[in-house]
């Protein structure tokens, strides 16, 4: 039973409160009925004892002055409101009723008589009521239909109807206005969460309201916090370009080759983690854009770049992917494209392989693949995080864990995913899988 009562009970706020405003109106429905039907038989008891009492009243007046023929007659004509009247004789029942309407029927009969009351069960279900008149012990017989009130008429169930159709649609109303503003309010702390910052319009309860305004104080403070930060951050790297591009017109002047060829390569990192810093600021409020590009176009283009530089990437588009589109700027897939290279000759081995095909008829798949040592996939979340450093050479290697993490934001701005996993033969391999339109 404790198993099966959280699966009946609704998960949601909404259905939580359209089940215990129908558990409380059925309870008030219950008790409401248990009180009509306390008073009806009561009232009922009332009026049976009401019209025996005065049937018995009546017939003690009336059959002392009748003869034997005349109560013969009475007996066998007197029907009235279904009782009908029987003499003492060898007819008379000997069972004795054991239920409450008759408990009752006898204990009031009594006291308004002043004397005390026989009741047998008839043998069709009917009572007898045993009464004295003229030193003779007459009989009125009450059928069983007269033992319970009448039923409600119907007209009173249709209104009962009526009226819980109208409190469960006040009640639905009602609830809506609350879980309304609370789902909105999920909505735009979901997006939120996501990365997609989204304030939401305070309505509802008061408690709703508040809660939905301090929602939107919050991300007015997030907003404001990260504005500082991409600040000083863009003037940090900003001010590192001046002293690197001193730095080189000394190395310059250098005439000890080995130091200049250590001095070269302290550079050349220092101006990639300003690279790195400056391409996540820029990652930052991606928005994908307005129209779809064909993504195969731009990748050969890259490829074909990157392959100017001496870079070792071979590209492999499928012929299903050839002609499918993403909605994707340049800019950023080269800011994509770049870093998943950077990445894989900076920490595997090459050749790195650029594959693109599709899945299915909505996803285009970018996979980069490398020959190095991988990734553990105890490791491969934290890799995608901004500044994660695996391993500590990397630190000293002119990498501060943004290439990934730049990866992630340019997918995650275009409704697409990062995944990373095992290379077939070795490597890492990074899958960028991009809605197509």
Do not use: Y
């Amino acid at each position: 039973m404790r198993r099966l009562l959280p699966r009946l009970i609704p998960s949601s706020f909404a259905g939580r409160t359209v089940l215990l405003v129908i558990a409380v109106i059925v309870a008030a429905e219950a008790a409401t009925f248990s009180l009509i039907g306390h008073f009806r038989r009561n009232s009922h008891v009332s009026q049976t004892v009401q019209l025996i009492a005065g049937q018995m009243h009546l017939l003690q007046i009336v059959l002392p002055r009748l003869d034997d023929e005349s109560r013969r007659r009475l007996a066998a004509d007197h029907g009235a409101h279904d009782l009908l009247l029987r003499p003492d004789d060898s007819s008379v029942p000997d069972d004795q009723p054991q239920f409450h309407f008759a408990d009752r029927l006898a204990a009031d009969l009594a006291d308004r008589l002043g004397e005390p009351v026989h009741i047998r069960l008839g043998p069709r279900g009917g009572l007898w009521i045993g009464f004295m008149a003229v030193n003779e012990r007459w009989w009125l017989i009450l059928p069983s239909p007269r033992f319970e009130p009448q039923a409600l008429p119907t007209d009173l169930w249709l209104g009962l109807a009526i009226t819980l159709a109208a409190v469960l649609l006040i009640a639905g109303a009602f609830v809506k206005g609350i879980v309304g503003p609370l789902a909105r309010l999920g909505e735009a702390v979901a997006a939120t969460g996501d990365g997609a910052a989204r304030k939401v319009t305070p309505g509802g309860p008061r408690e709703v309201r508040r809660l939905a305004e301090r929602h939107n104080t919050m991300l007015e403070q997030l907003a404001s916090i990260a504005a500082e930060r991409r600040e000083m951050l863009a003037g940090l790297t900003h001010d590192l370009r001046a002293p690197l591009a001193r730095l080189r017109l000394r190395l310059a002047l250098l005439e000890n080759d080995s130091e200049r060829a250590g001095l070269a390569r302290d550079i050349d990192d220092m101006e990639r983690i300003v690279g790195q810093c400056l391409g996540f600021l820029r990652s930052e409020g991606i928005a994908a854009a307005p129209a779809p590009v064909a993504i195969a176009a731009l990748l050969r283009d890259e490829v074909a770049r990157q392959r100017e530089l001496g870079r070792p990437v071979e590209l492999t588009v499928s012929e299903a992917a050839a002609a499918c589109q993403v909605a994707i700027a340049a800019g950023n897939l080269q800011r994509l494209l770049d870093n998943l290279i950077d990445n894989a000759l900076q920490h595997g081995a090459p050749p790195v392989e650029v594959v693109l095909r599709t899945a299915g008829d909505a996803l285009a798949t970018l996979c980069v693949r490398d020959h190095g040592p991988g990734i553990a996939d105890s490791h491969r979340e934290r890799a995608l995080e901004p500044f994660a450093q695996l391993e500590p050479a990397r630190a000293t290697n002119g990498s501060c864990g943004l290439g990934l993490a730049i990866v992630r934001r340019i997918a995650a701005a275009c409704g697409g995913e990062v995944v990373l996993g095992d290379a077939a033969g070795g490597g890492l391999s990074v899958t960028v899988r991009l809605p197509t339109r």
